[in-house]
């Protein structure tokens, strides 16, 4: 039996459970394609993440960006965590879920002119400058609301890491991020900016790595860096690492906390500098599926293909970068015999496959489906292409469900034209 490795997705007499429910059952009471959420996972998640870490000064900030929806943030400002905002949108819905600005910290490569000074306006934190001109425009908008505002800036390390072109952002050239060099004279300029107040230096190398090389590469790179920082008079409180810890969509093996944590514990062994995380992906990613209906099935020419009503829409990682997610039956047939199959969507475009060459027990129309690790990436990237509305968004907790996101209706899609 096909069977994703996961403990909060199992299947009970050879039906597939979110925890204690079966998700049929919220695809019959809600309709497809709907999202859901295991609760238990993300907590877990969290869980191992703070153990491994425990005894290395660090503070963790929930990236919103991978999944923002109202009640997730509220559940982990429960847990206590901070927060990583990338735009005035975010740090919105952060607000609403009963977060303290003082929580928040505010990225971004591009932030419009709403963005710093609602950012500034609120009391965020800390605010993460990726150019020169951003630093001045930081410092400006301070001065006319007479502040200083602690900010870091995110340093371009120059290295390639191991993961897909379209999701690395610490090689140079890339948009993400300010040249060492430049970024060193912006420290050493520091009281030319007499609004704000440099605390912190900020690193990001992208996204689902699995390898602690690339990480250690570089904080042994900040090591000697931050010496040339503080010889100029900035003194260095935090180092954020960003995100970007490998997970697995196959039952595998995920990023190795545990060599990390080590290898930060001999670098920086005392307390004075605290090292930020900003995990996403990592928290939510396993925690969520797609569940679809089958639409139809044909055959065209060699190939055997399962339309299902979830879509690129919904989905976007497989046709962006041509990434895997794990689609099971959510009724499996032990007896029968597997068969090929490709799974696409109905929105019109060629790239709308969400699998190719997958096993599957045989598929018949009004079957449900079940595309796995969709919690991260997944709503947050959707479209209203082709006019499609988003679909329900369903957090599951032991053996109940609530809705945390309504299907948009036709009619809130055509509202203002």
Same mark, same amino acid.
């Given at each position: 039996?096909?069977?994703?490795?996961?403990?909060?997705?199992?299947?009970?007499?050879?039906?597939?459970?979110?925890?204690?429910?079966?998700?049929?059952?919220?695809?019959? *009471?809600?309709?497809?394609?709907?999202?859901?959420?295991?609760?238990?996972?993300? #907590?877990?998640?969290?869980?191992?993440?703070?153990?491994?870490?425990?005894?290395?000064?660090?503070?963790?900030?929930?990236?919103?960006?991978?999944?923002?929806?109202?009640?997730?943030?509220?559940?982990?400002?429960?847990?206590?965590?901070?927060?990583?905002?990338?735009?005035?949108?975010?740090? $919105?819905?952060?607000?609403?879920?009963?977060?303290?600005?003082?929580?928040?910290?505010?990225?971004?490569?591009?932030?419009?002119?709403?963005?710093?000074?609602?950012? =500034?306006?609120?009391?965020?934190?800390? #605010?993460?400058?990726?150019?020169?001109?951003?630093?001045?425009?930081?410092?400006?908008?301070?001065? +006319? =609301?007479?502040?200083?505002?602690?900010?870091?800036?995110?340093?371009?390390? &120059?290295?390639?890491?191991?993961?897909?072109?379209?999701?690395? $952002?610490?090689?140079?050239?890339? *948009?993400?991020?300010?040249?060492?060099? +430049?970024?060193?004279?912006?420290?050493?300029?520091?009281?030319?900016?007499?609004?704000?107040?440099?605390?912190?230096?900020?690193?990001?190398?992208?996204?689902?790595?699995?390898?602690?090389?690339?990480?250690?590469?570089?904080?042994?790179?900040?090591?000697?860096?931050?010496?040339?920082?503080?010889?100029?008079?900035?003194?260095?409180?935090?180092?954020?690492?960003?995100?970007?810890?490998?997970?697995?969509?196959?039952?595998?093996? &995920?990023?190795?906390?545990?060599?990390?944590?080590?290898?930060?514990?001999?670098?920086?062994?005392?307390? @004075?500098? $605290?090292?930020?995380? +900003?995990?996403?992906?990592?928290? $939510?990613?396993?925690?969520?599926?797609?569940?679809?209906?089958?639409?139809?099935?044909?055959?065209?020419?060699?190939?055997?293909?399962? #339309?299902? &009503?979830?879509?690129?829409?919904?989905?976007?990682?497989?046709?962006?970068?041509?990434?895997?997610? @794990?689609?099971?039956?959510?009724?499996?047939?032990?007896? @029968?015999?597997?068969?090929? !199959?490709?799974?696409?969507?109905?929105?019109? +475009?060629?790239?709308? !496959?969400?699998?190719?060459?997958?096993?599957? !027990?045989?598929?018949?129309?009004?079957?449900?489906?079940?595309?796995?690790?969709?919690?991260?990436?997944? !709503?947050?990237?959707?479209?209203?292409?082709?006019?499609?509305?988003?679909?329900?968004?369903?957090?599951? &907790?032991?053996?109940?469900?609530?809705?945390?996101?309504?299907?948009?209706?036709?009619?809130?899609?055509?509202?203002?034209?």
């Amino acid at each position: 039996m096909n069977q994703f490795s996961n403990d909060f997705y199992t299947y009970h007499n050879n039906e597939l459970y979110c925890e204690e429910v079966r998700l049929s059952d919220i695809a019959e *009471k809600y309709g497809t394609p709907v999202y859901v959420y295991s609760k238990k996972s993300m #907590l877990k998640r969290l869980k191992t993440f703070r153990e491994a870490f425990r005894e290395l000064e660090h503070r963790i900030f929930y990236a919103v960006k991978s999944n923002s929806n109202i009640s997730i943030i509220r559940l982990f400002h429960a847990e206590g965590l901070g927060f990583d905002v990338n735009s005035y949108g975010e740090m $919105t819905r952060a607000l609403k879920a009963g977060v303290l600005p003082r929580d928040m910290i505010m990225s971004g490569v591009a932030k419009s002119d709403t963005d710093i000074k609602e950012a =500034l306006k609120a009391g965020v934190a800390i #605010l993460k400058a990726e150019s020169k001109e951003e630093v001045e425009l930081i410092n400006h908008y301070a001065g +006319e =609301l007479r502040m200083v505002q602690e900010i870091a800036l995110r340093v371009n390390p &120059d290295i390639i890491v191991p993961t897909h072109p379209h999701i690395s $952002t610490a090689a140079s050239g890339n *948009k993400f991020g300010i040249d060492a060099e +430049e970024a060193l004279q912006i420290y050493n300029s520091a009281g030319l900016y007499q609004n704000l107040k440099f605390t912190g230096i900020d690193v990001h190398l992208g996204s689902h790595i699995f390898d602690t090389v690339p990480y250690v590469t570089v904080v042994r790179k900040l090591r000697d860096y931050i010496e040339s920082i503080e010889r100029g008079g900035v003194f260095i409180k935090h180092i954020d690492l960003g995100g970007g810890y490998g997970v697995s969509y196959t039952g595998g093996d &995920d990023f190795p906390f545990g060599e990390l944590s080590s290898e930060l514990k001999n670098l920086f062994p005392g307390k @004075e500098r $605290t090292i930020y995380f +900003e995990p996403g992906r990592y928290l $939510t990613a396993n925690a969520g599926v797609l569940v679809s209906k089958v639409l139809f099935t044909k055959r065209n020419g060699p190939k055997d293909i399962v #339309l299902i &009503d979830g879509s690129m829409s919904e989905l976007m990682r497989p046709a962006l970068y041509g990434a895997y997610h @794990e689609i099971y039956n959510n009724v499996v047939s032990p007896g @029968e015999e597997m068969m090929v !199959y490709d799974i696409a969507g109905p929105v019109c +475009e060629s790239s709308d !496959y969400l699998a190719k060459e997958r096993k599957l !027990y045989p598929v018949k129309r009004g079957d449900y489906l079940s595309v796995m690790s969709t919690g991260s990436y997944g !709503y947050v990237m959707a479209s209203n292409y082709n006019t499609r509305p988003r679909p329900y968004e369903i957090l599951v &907790d032991g053996n109940q469900y609530k809705v945390i996101k309504e299907r948009e209706t036709y009619e809130s899609l055509m509202s203002g034209e």
